[in-house]
């Protein structure tokens, strides 16, 4: 079981960037798939972006293509998600989660693991 803490949330105004990092703790690290999710008030959490294991492939929500950004440092068990052109609709907490290689439904909440506690990002128009 892999342990997450998301960090790198804050405020930004809109157009700006934020580069949140999840540390994992565990020798697993490289045994999964790591994901991204989001949660805004009032709204059921939604799939941001995920990347494979060996950071061989990546998907993202169409909101946030071309503008976020996930990798992955398996020598530092961490993944990361960069930001740009961030938008006011972009304000959410952002949390990351890991998923098991053989799980092809990556947009499901349900088939993650590990939630950290979230790292709030906040962006002002």
């Known amino acids: 079981q892999v342990q997450l803490v998301e960090s790198g949330g804050g405020l930004v105004q809109a157009g700006g960037s934020l580069r949140l990092s999840c540390a994992a703790s565990?020798?697993?690290?490289?045994?999964?798939?790591m994901g991204w999710f989001r949660q805004a008030p009032g709204k059921d959490r939604e799939f941001v972006a995920i990347i494979s294991w060996s950071g061989g492939w990546i998907y993202y929500a169409d909101s946030v293509k071309g503008r976020f950004t996930i990798s992955r440092d398996n020598a530092k068990n961490t993944v990361y998600l960069q930001m740009n052109s961030l938008k006011p609709e972009d304000t959410a907490v952002y949390y990351c989660a890991a998923t098991s290689r053989g799980n092809y439904d990556y947009t499901a909440v349900d088939k993650y693991s590990g939630w950290g506690q979230g790292a709030q990002v906040t962006v002002s128009s």
């Open positions: 565990g020798r697993t690290f490289n045994s999964y798939n």
